[in-house]
């Protein structure tokens, strides 16, 4: 089956600095890559995804990146606020099967 | 538009009870999975039922069970509960079963004494 590997574990940046997390996942079948965030008490929070047949996406201070030939995608935020502050988890699904793998989840501390 | 919502949000239960936990997904969402969230083993998939039908199911032992209703909504019962079995369980849904975004509900914290 699909296994999804997330890093790192724990991130601290200050606050208007850029965060990378990055995620590999191992079934070439995967096309679907979402990421979710998570705040204490809440449940996941979809907050950006990509396909396979797409290599970058954006939405205001989000982007996510993802290179099928290395396995691999990756999650960008700029800019970095307080309020991002959150454990953010990667996911991988292949085609015709909705069930999502995660990664283990990164958590991101924002420093003011 | 009314996210998931899940019910209770807090659980306390005995080893050895059996609990029941509920799952509205977001109107016209058809498909509701369901998600085991500990500390030590992240998120890990446990079934999706599609138009009451269970569609695939995780690699969990029989004690756990689920059905849907046909409204959608949906329910997982645990039996016999064990120590291990303490975690959040998070309900998704998608408007069609595969190849759409799943939305999370806030998930019900079970804790197993």
Redesign the interface.
């Known amino acids: 089956g699909e296994n999804v590997e997330q890093h790192p574990s724990t991130l601290s940046v200050q606050e208007g600095d850029s965060a990378v997390i990055k995620c590999t996942y191992s079934d070439s079948a995967s096309n ?1 890559f ?1 990421w ?1 965030k998570q705040e204490l ?6 907050i950006i ?1 990509i396909r396979s047949n797409v290599g970058e996406k954006k939405d205001q201070r989000i982007a996510v990146t993802l290179n099928k030939t290395a396995k691999h995608f990756s999650l960008h935020i700029t800019e970095t606020q307080p309020e991002d502050s959150a454990v953010y ?1 990667c ?1 991988a699904r292949y ?11 990164t958590m991101l501390l924002v420093s003011p | 538009k009314a996210g ?1 919502t899940q019910t209770p949000r807090y659980l306390i239960k005995t080893r050895g009870q059996q609990v029941t936990l509920s799952c509205s997904p977001i109107s016209g969402h058809r ?1 509701v ?1 369901w ?1 085991q969230q500990t500390p030590g083993q ?4 446990l079934f ?1 039922y ?1 138009s009451e039908t269970q ?2 199911k ?1 690699n969990f032992p029989g004690r756990f069970s689920g059905r849907q209703f046909s409204n959608s909504r949906s329910e997982m019962n645990v039996s016999t509960l064990e120590l291990g079995d303490s975690a959040l369980y ?1 309900c ?1 849904s ?1 408007p069609v ?3 759409n ?7 019900t914290r079970l804790t197993v004494l």
């Open positions: 679907y979402p979710y008490g809440k449940g996941p929070q979809l995804d988890f996911a085609s015709g099967y909705s069930t999502l793998t995660f990664g283990k989840g | 998931v498909s999975s998600y992240g998120l890990q998939f999706e599609f569609r695939n995780g998070l998704a998608s079963g595969s190849n975004e799943q939305f999370f509900g806030p998930g």
